[in-house]
């Protein structure tokens, strides 16, 4: 079996999914899951992107030791040095260089002739091998590049000092024989290839992204790049929980593993979702809702009398568990404080402390807290950025009846201390209710889209909230969480609100790269 070296680009490409903004604690909960799921390099972020970005990515490298930090930049000389002062504290902090090498990119985006990106690309990679000993190199949309071009240029940056080498099928555009047979050029074409790994990187617009990268993977790529549930820009990027497990399951077939720890799959895609706001759809392979859910008759009856006969995959092997443990009203601090830790979670004090307020609230209306619901309580609380004042949900109330137009009344209290109260009527109760706060915050808002899940089953279950909106004019996702929908509904906009100030009041002006 070959070691397959897992990148983990959640945090950076993952990020850059529409409307995704997680903040400096969020990421650092992702990286610290992404640490236990046994990634052994993770894409923290951007740091010439933004002061946020920036700050994120010193923190994640000045925490995560077992696992390789990196930061991307452009190839010029301000963004490596700003990934250097972001990364100097990580225990391996690895840097990741890319600039396009397709006609199209070269000549409308770079404005520069294949001779000129190839100096850049040479002298760039000089200069970040003068601070990191280990330097990746990207050929932004190498499946649309010249092969032989590619060749050439690969060469040179091995030759100055590059130790990965990726090829980045930037826009989704490549087929799994077409990208193995790039890999196979490459391995064959370059002379000092062998001194490096070789990487992909696939995008799935076409729905390919997996079958790429397998493909790559056979054909000489030594590493996989993806993200977590496979969020990422447009359609996103290869989803690493299949790759791992297709690995897995088809041990026969293939002679490659990883070393993800398959059954932290399930806890890592929930964390990565509930932080994002992007939910799993139900049908998604590993860790949609429905993938170990059998629903004709003929099946249920097979699986009963043999799991096999429909089950490629048990729900164990990856972490999705059907004994889960209860708390109750009755259950301790010390109990509560086990239970998140068995998660990964370390509370300070203070933490420990607001987090258990909340799980005894709950208790008052739900007879048994799930780990579901622990972990969503654990979650609200390690990545409340509290240090910024913004708007606080005092009161409310929504009057609905059937015969009735549904009324809300708000109090809130700003960002600079006031408190401020009012009522308006709309024709359903989040409308209201919706409306009410936006008459009371000063921020232009727009709601873009609105979601509301229970966490877990049951009557009692928690109701969990995300929205969409554009905030004087920027994309901001919020969440919120609580035993009532209406609840849950009012404290994902005041999040998404909040989001915007503290970006704002961190000026985290986010630049894209692509
Ligand atoms: O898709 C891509 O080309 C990228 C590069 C920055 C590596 O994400
Ligand atoms: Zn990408």
Not at 279 to 288: D, F, H, S, T
Not at 408 to 436: F, M, R
Request: charged share 25%.
């Amino acid at each position: 079996m070959s070691l397959i070296k897992i990148f983990d680009t959640t945090l950076r490409d993952g990020e850059q999914s529409p409307g995704v903004n997680l903040n400096k604690q969020e990421k650092l909960e992702i990286a610290r899951q992404l640490e236990r799921f046994g990634v052994d390099r993770m894409e923290a972020g951007f740091p010439a992107s933004s002061k946020g970005d920036f700050e994120a990515v010193k923190a994640i490298a000045d925490t995560i030791k077992n696992t390789s930090v990196i930061a991307l930049a452009r190839a010029v000389k301000s963004d490596i040095d700003i990934a250097w002062d972001a990364l100097k504290g990580a225990e391996k902090p690895a840097i990741h260089v890319f600039l396009a090498t397709s006609p199209i990119h070269m000549t409308y985006k770079l404005k520069k002739t294949p001779e000129e990106v190839m100096e850049t690309a040479v002298s760039m990679v000089t200069y970040a091998k003068e601070r990191f000993s280990e330097v990746e190199w990207s050929a932004e949309d190498a499946t649309r590049s010249d092969w032989n071009f590619l060749a050439q240029i690969i060469e040179k940056v091995i030759d100055a000092g590059a130790t990965v080498i990726n090829l980045p099928d930037t826009v989704g555009y490549t087929t799994p024989k077409e990208y193995g047979e790039l890999f196979r050029f490459i391995r064959e074409t370059v002379p000092n290839i062998d001194q490096v790994a070789l990487s992909c990187h696939c995008h799935n617009d076409l729905g390919l992204a997996v079958a790429n990268s397998i493909a790559a993977v056979e054909n000489g790529a030594t590493q996989v790049e993806g993200t977590i549930n496979g969020i990422g820009e447009r359609a996103g990027n290869v989803s690493l929980e299949e790759l791992a497990v297709a690995f897995k399951i088809r041990s026969d077939f293939y002679s490659f593993e990883t070393g993800l720890k398959l059954n932290e799959i399930k806890r890592t895609s929930d964390l990565v979702s509930k932080l994002t706001g992007m939910y799993v759809q139900a049908n998604k392979a590993i860790v949609g809702r429905n993938a170990f859910a059998h629903e004709s008759g003929i099946h249920q009856d097979g699986v009963l009398k043999n799991a096999e006969t429909y089950e490629i995959i048990t729900p164990e092997m990856v972490g999705v568990s059907s004994n889960n443990l209860f708390l109750g009203k009755h259950s301790g601090r010390h109990a509560f404080k086990d239970r998140v830790k068995e998660f990964g979670i370390e509370f300070t004090e203070d933490e420990l402390k607001q987090a258990f307020d909340q799980f005894k609230k709950l208790t008052d209306h739900k007879k048994e807290v799930t780990d579901d619901d622990l972990y969503t309580i654990a979650m609200e609380v390690k990545t409340d950025s509290s240090a910024v004042s913004k708007y606080q949900l005092e009161n409310f109330q929504v009057q609905y009846g059937t015969e009735n137009v549904p009324t809300a009344t708000v109090i809130l209290k700003t960002p600079a201390g006031d408190v401020v109260e009012n009522s308006c009527s709309a024709p359903g109760s989040v409308e209201a209710l919706y409306q009410t706060i936006d008459s009371l915050v000063e921020e232009d808002v727009k709601l873009v889209d609105y979601q509301l899940n229970s966490v877990g089953g049951g009557k009692d279950a928690l109701a969990e909230s995300h929205v969409q909106l554009v905030v004087n004019g920027e994309t901001v996702n919020g969440r919120g969480s609580a035993q009532d929908v209406l609840q849950a509904s009012a404290s994902a906009f005041l999040n998404a609100v909040n989001r915007y100030i503290i970006k704002v009041k961190t000026i985290e002006k986010k630049e894209l790269v692509k």
